[in-house]
């Protein structure tokens, strides 16, 4: 904990209200260590009860989290605003491997569409007039349907994290368990602990959710289940056929749980989509536009059976009321453009020869690594600290696995999105000396 900020309050919530506000201010960064319960209790002169109970609800909350031997530590991204929330920047001349976007430079241009928009807005509308539009609707059906996912009911949210959460807060309660992937994707982690929701670990392969880890978690207890259908985040893996059906079998017969797919890289993806949908009564297919068309296109298609969606839809209305029409008008538009989906196709195609480059460059040099789909490759590592400052010093910003993981063993994600082919060769080798500076026998330079 800095040095510079001192915890107050003789009340449980009074010490959990200094400790948001340091937080806040940016006086305890995340991962922040705090003190222990008993000499936290000691200093502020209360009992060790009074500070476990600030503990426990600023961990169901999702601003802390619990490490085991390493203590209490404020979470990587808590969900509070902060007057400092800056990422951290690489150092000067580094190449940033670690956001896990798309490459701007592909990304469709939307210019024209928006000048067609407004040349053609016709009448303003009023609250009466908004929703979802029949037309989204029905192309959105159409795309769908012809990737096996039934789509009668339908509507839009601000994205794929926005669709989930308000499908886990429709259907679950704080204290919940949720089967997540692990590793999995670290907003989705961040959304769970904000929630107060209790997450369990599936570890994963290059096919998807492992059956033994599904069947581990619903018997625990898990009240849902979110799966990534491809482009995994960080593994890449992708649900292969015989793994839908393996999990399909396992969750037959589950009317307690709720099934959610997320399929963000949509048009990205190069290899066949095995949906889940509808292998339990209560579903979710949920599908964003931000990878292919751009990350400031907040809209997700969300399909699933009559009653989750019209939960969602229902709680959308207590709240933002709905996602902006024109927003909704510019996604036609763009899927209706034959010369877009040339250029998503070209994307993807792109996407594909860097990742397979990178996977085949780090084998080649005795590091094999994960990325079938996507825009992410997964690398284990023995030693996530070491690997992470050795390619900072380097030249080369990457995330750290410990964003992604609850129980898996450490790693390095890498986003081929900012890389050129003649990046690929001096990546491999600075990753190389990084994660093993003296070379095992047989080492490929």
């Given amino acids: 904990m800095s040095a510079r900020y001192q915890l107050t309050g003789a009340t449980a919530a009074a010490i959990s209200a200094s400790i948001e506000s340091g937080v806040r201010a940016g006086a305890l960064p995340a991962g922040a260590a705090l003190p222990p319960v008993r000499a936290l209790a000691a200093e502020l002169g209360v009992s060790p009860a009074t500070v476990a109970r600030a503990y426990q609800e600023l961990r169901q909350r999702g601003l802390l989290a619990t490490a085991g031997r390493h203590g209490t530590r404020v979470r990587p991204r808590p969900p509070v605003a902060t007057r400092r929330a800056r990422r951290p920047t690489p150092a000067p001349g580094a190449r940033d491997l670690s956001l896990g976007g798309p490459d701007t430079r592909l990304l469709p241009p939307l210019g024209p569409h928006l000048a067609a928009l407004a040349a053609d807005a016709g009448a303003p509308l009023g609250y009466a007039s908004v929703g979802v539009l029949p037309e989204l609707a029905d192309a959105a059906r159409e795309r769908l349907a012809a990737d096996g996912v039934p789509a009668d009911e339908i509507t839009v949210t601000g994205g ?34 904000a929630l107060g929701l209790r997450p369990i ?155 397979g480059a990178l996977l085949a460059a780090l084998a080649a040099r005795g590091l094999p690594a994960h990325g079938r789909t996507g825009i992410n490759i997964w690398l284990p590592v023995p030693d996530e600290t070491g690997a992470l400052t050795a390619l900072r010093d380097a030249g080369w910003a990457v995330a750290p696995g410990a964003l992604y993981r609850i129980a898996a063993e450490p790693g390095l994600r890498i986003t081929v999105s900012p890389l050129d082919d003649a990046d690929v060769g001096p990546l491999a080798d600075a990753v190389a000396a990084a994660v093993r500076p003296d070379g095992p026998p047989g080492f490929a330079a």
């Fill in 160 to 193: 794929t994290l926005d669709g989930i959460e308000r499908l886990l807060a429709a259907h679950l309660r704080p204290g919940d368990a949720v089967a997540v992937e692990d590793p999995g994707w670290a907003n989705l982690l961040d959304l769970v602990a």
């Fill in 201 to 355: 670990g599936v570890p994963v392969d290059d096919e998807g959710p492992a059956p033994a880890g599904v069947t581990a978690a619903l018997a625990a207890g898990a009240r849902a289940l979110v799966v990534t259908s491809r482009a995994q985040n960080p593994t890449g893996a992708a649900v292969s056929a015989d793994r839908a059906a393996e999990l399909r079998a396992l969750l037959a017969g589950r009317p307690d749980l709720l099934l959610i797919e997320d399929d963000h890289v949509a048009e990205l993806a190069r290899v066949p989509l095995h949906p889940l949908a509808g292998a339990t009564p209560a579903w979710a297919f949920v599908r964003s536009v931000s990878k292919p068309y751009g990350p400031d296109l907040r809209l997700a298609v969300l399909a699933g059976d009559e009653a989750t969606v019209a939960r969602v839809a229902g709680r959308a209305r207590l709240g933002a009321g709905w996602v902006s029409t024109v927003l909704q008008r510019l996604v036609l538009a763009l899927w209706r453009d034959p010369a877009t989906a040339g250029l998503v196709r070209r994307a993807a195609e792109s996407y594909d020869r860097r990742r």
